[in-house]
C-alpha cells in the first residue's frame, strides 16, 4: 500500500507546494498572510473551465488566459481591497483578506455554484496511468509536480537575481527604506499581489484536471497551505515546496495507515508542533516576528 | 537651495512641528539640533514625502516638493539617509547599493558610482558580497550613505549619523561627511552631537516643541558650544 499512498501523498503534495508558493511570495513583499489565497485557486480554477469547458478554447489557451485572468483579479483585490489599507495595522489587513476570500467565495457561488455537483476538466494529457515500478503514475500527476518544481525554481531565481525581485524582498523586509530609495511601494505591492493569485491560478489550472471544483474548495486548501508555510518556514520559498510534499504524504499516510478521519485534522497537528518546538519552521528565513 | 516655509505638521491630534522656518542655501552644511521629541525626524521625513503636511511650504530650488510621493523626491535629488540606518539585513551589501539606484536607468554609471562608493569606505568593498546584518552599526552607517548616493543627489538629509557609534567611528564619519561636502553636496544634517555639528555646520538651527528656538552659525557653535548646550538640556 506504501507506494500508491507516496504517489498520492506527493501529488497532492505538489498542490500544496504550489499553493504555498503563492502564500510566500505575497508574504515576503507585504508581509501579509493572503487569507483569500485560497479563493484566488478557486477562481483561477473556474476560469480555466469556462474557457476550456464552456467556451471550448484549446487547453493550452484556456491555461493562459486563467492565468492572466487570476493575475488581474489579484491586482483588483489590490487597488480595492489592499491599497486603501496600506497604513493600517497588521490586524487590519488580516480581516481584508479573509473578507475578500468571502467576496469570491460569493462570487463563486454565484456564476460556478448551485449546480448540486462539482465541475471537472478532462486532463490535459493521455489519463491512463504509467506504471513505474510496478506503481501506477497519473501523467498529470507528473506535470503537477514538475509545475511546482518550476515555479520554486523560478521565484528562487526571480528573488536572488532581478533587480525587481530584490525591490519586492527590500520592500518587504523595510518599506520605509524602499520608499526612501525611491521605490515605488504601492505598486511593488500590486505586482506582488497580481503574481501571487497569478500562481494559485496556474496551480488551479495544472490541478484541476486532477480533483473537483467547486466554489469551497479554498478554504481547506488554504489550510493545507499555510501549515506547508509555517513548515517550511514563513518566507522561504524552498521551504514552501518542502513542507507542502511532508503536509501531503503525511496525510496519505495518516489517512492509510492510522484512520481516515486523520487525513483532514493532519495539518493542524504540524502547524501545532511547529509552532510549539521550532516556530522559525525548517527553513526560516525571518526568525520570529513578537507583536 | 532648500526652502523650508512655515512648515506645521500633526500626528492625529497633537501638532509636533509649529510654523518652522528655515533654508538650507545650495553647498552648504545646515544643522537641525534639538532633544528627543523636539521634530527633528518628523522634519526630513516631511521633506521626503514619508508625511504629509498639514501647512506650510518645500521647495527644492524653487520648485515645490511638498505632498509628493517619495519616488518624485528622489529623482529631485533629495534623499535621506534614515536614521538607526534602515539598511536591508537578509541582502548583501552590493545589493543594498544597487536598489539606492532603482531610480536611475543609466548602467555604467551605477557601475562607477557604486566604485566611487566603495573608494570613499573601502572596508564596503571587503563586504560587498556579506549580508548587511552582518555589518557592525559603523559599517551599516556607511552602507546608509552610499545607499543614499547611489541616487545621484543634489542634497542629502541625513538623520543623526554619529548615533550609538565609536568616538573614533564618528571621526571617519565627520571626514566622509566633509569629503561629501567638498565634492558640492548640500547637506541637511540632523545632529544631537555637538561636537560633530560644530565641526561641520555653516547654521545651525535649534528646535524645542516643535518651533524654531535659536539658530547660529558654523564658527559660534565651534567656539561657544556652551550656548548650545544649554538649549538640548545637557
Redesign the interface.
Known amino acids: 500500500m506504501l507506494p500508491f499512498l507516496l504517489t498520492s501523498g506527493i501529488t497532492t503534495g505538489a498542490l500544496y507546494a504550489m499553493v504555498a508558493i503563492g502564500l510566500v511570495l505575497v508574504y515576503r513583499s507585504t508581509g501579509h498572510i493572503n487569507f483569500s489565497h485560497g479563493e484566488l485557486f478557486m477562481l483561477g480554477g473556474f476560469f480555466a473551465y469556462t474557457f476550456h469547458v464552456t467556451v471550448g478554447l484549446n487547453y493550452v489557451v484556456a491555461m493562459l488566459l486563467a492565468v492572466i485572468g487570476s493575475f488581474f483579479v489579484g491586482v483588483a483585490s489590490d487597488r480595492i481591497v489592499y491599497r486603501p489599507l496600506i497604513k493600517a495595522p497588521g490586524l487590519s489587513m488580516v480581516l481584508a483578506t479573509v473578507g475578500f476570500s468571502f467576496l469570491m467565495k460569493g462570487i463563486g457561488r454565484f456564476f460556478w455554484g448551485g449546480k448540486g455537483e462539482y465541475l471537472s476538466i478532462k486532463p490535459i494529457v493521455d489519463p491512463a496511468p504509467l506504471w513505474i515500478a510496478g506503481i501506477p503514475i497519473l501523467p498529470q500527476q507528473l506535470i503537477v509536480l514538475a509545475g511546482a518544481l518550476a515555479c520554486m525554481i523560478m521565484f528562487t531565481i526571480f528573488f536572488r537575481s532581478t533587480?525587481a525581485g530584490?525591490?519586492m524582498?527590500?520592500t518587504a523586509?523595510?518599506p520605509?527604506?524602499?520608499?526612501?530609495?525611491?521605490?515605488?511601494v504601492e505598486q511593488v505591492y500590486t505586482y506582488t499581489w497580481g503574481a501571487g493569485a497569478a500562481v494559485a491560478g496556474a496551480a488551479a489550472v495544472l490541478m484541476a484536471p486532477l480533483t473537483l471544483l467547486s466554489p469551497d474548495v479554498g478554504f481547506t486548501l488554504l489550510l493545507k497551505a499555510f501549515a506547508a508555510t509555517i513548515l517550511g518556514g514563513l518566507g522561504s520559498m524552498v521551504g514552501a515546496v518542502v513542507g507542502g510534499f511532508i503536509v501531503g504524504i503525511t496525510e496519505a499516510l495518516a489517512g492509510g495507515y492510522i484512520a481516515t478521519s486523520l487525513q483532514e485534522v493532519s495539518s493542524f497537528i504540524i502547524i501545532m508542533v511547529v509552532l510549539v518546538f521550532r516556530p522559525s519552521g525548517l527553513f526560516g528565513?525571518?526568525g520570529i516576528r513578537r507583536a | 537651495m532648500l526652502d523650508v516655509r512655515n512648515l506645521n505638521v500633526w500626528y492625529g491630534v497633537t501638532e509636533v512641528v509649529r510654523d518652522v522656518s528655515f533654508s538650507v542655501p545650495t553647498g552648504s552644511i545646515v544643522a537641525l539640533m534639538g532633544g528627543n521629541g523636539a521634530g527633528k525626524t518628523t522634519i526630513l521625513n516631511t521633506l521626503s514625502g514619508l508625511l504629509k503636511p498639514r501647512g506650510g511650504e518645500l521647495a527644492l530650488d524653487g520648485e515645490s516638493i511638498k505632498d509628493r510621493h517619495p519616488h518624485d523626491i528622489v529623482v529631485r535629488g533629495l534623499v535621506q539617509v534614515p536614521q538607526g540606518r534602515h539598511v536591508w539585513p537578509g541582502m548583501t551589501v552590493r545589493d543594498n547599493l544597487d536598489l539606492g539606484a532603482v531610480t536611475r536607468k543609466d548602467k555604467d554609471g551605477i557601475r562607477a558610482d557604486i566604485e566611487e562608493a566603495f573608494a570613499l569606505f573601502p572596508i564596503l568593498a571587503e563586504r560587498r558580497d556579506q549580508r548587511a546584518s552582518s555589518l557592525s552599526g559603523g559599517e551599516q552607517q556607511m552602507l546608509a550613505i552610499c545607499r543614499a548616493l547611489m541616487a545621484k543627489p543634489r542634497m542629502l538629509l541625513m538623520d543623526e549619523p554619529s548615533a550609538g557609534l565609536s568616538p573614533r567611528i564618528v571621526q571617519e564619519m565627520v571626514a566622509a561627511i566633509r569629503r561629501l561636502h567638498e565634492r558640492g553636496l548640500t547637506i541637511l544634517l540632523v545632529e544631537q552631537n555637538v561636537g560633530v555639528a560644530g565641526a561641520l555646520a555653516d547654521t545651525a538651527y535649534v528646535l524645542a516643541n516643535g518651533e524654531i528656538a535659536f539658530s547660529t552659525d558654523g564658527a559660534e557653535l565651534a567656539t561657544n558650544p556652551d550656548v548650545l548646550r544649554s538649549y538640548l538640556g545637557r
Open positions: 533587480l530584490k525591490m524582498q527590500a523586509e523595510n520605509r527604506a524602499a520608499y526612501l530609495v525611491g521605490i515605488k528565513v525571518y
